[in-house]
Nanobody
Framework: QVQLVESGGGLVQPGGSLRLSCAASGSIFSIRTMGWYRQAPGKQRELVAFTASGGSTHYADSLQGRFTISRENAKNTVYLQMNSLKPEDTAVYYC??????????????WGQGTQVTVSS
């Protein structure tokens, strides 16, 4: 199985920054995609950003210019740098990883979630 460990959430003032990280470990042949979703109270979970195996990155339109996703392949880790945070960014942020096992069967995994609260 694959385990995902998230860290980096917390309380930050409007305009501040946070950096989230998600490290994948376990029986991984290759990682197809790594990304971030978020879910605010009373709202559906939504895609924030993801990076594909070819190195491309994709962002939600509303987050362009403020959030940056990056990947450290040697550590099977994905990061989300969040700048100029706004109260509406408050949510639980979840790491999501799609992998190929050694049998070449694809699997998807969710992290435990990390709380990001933007408030003065």
């Amino acid at each position: 199985q694959v385990q995902l460990v998230e860290s980096g959430g917390g309380l930050v003032q409007p305009g501040g920054s946070l950096r989230l990280s998600c490290a994948a470990s376990g029986s991984i042949f290759s990682i197809r995609t790594m990304g971030w979703y978020r879910q605010a109270p009373g709202k559906q979970r939504e895609l924030v950003a993801f990076t594909a195996s070819g190195g491309s990155t994709h962002y939600a339109d509303s987050l362009q210019g403020r959030f940056t996703i990056s990947r450290e392949n040697a550590k099977n880790t994905v990061y989300l740098q969040m700048n100029s945070l706004k109260p509406e960014d408050t949510a639980v942020y979840y790491c999501h990883v799609e992998v190929l096992g050694f049998s070449r069967v694809p699997y998807a995994y969710w992290g435990q979630g990390t709380q990001v609260t933007v408030s003065s």
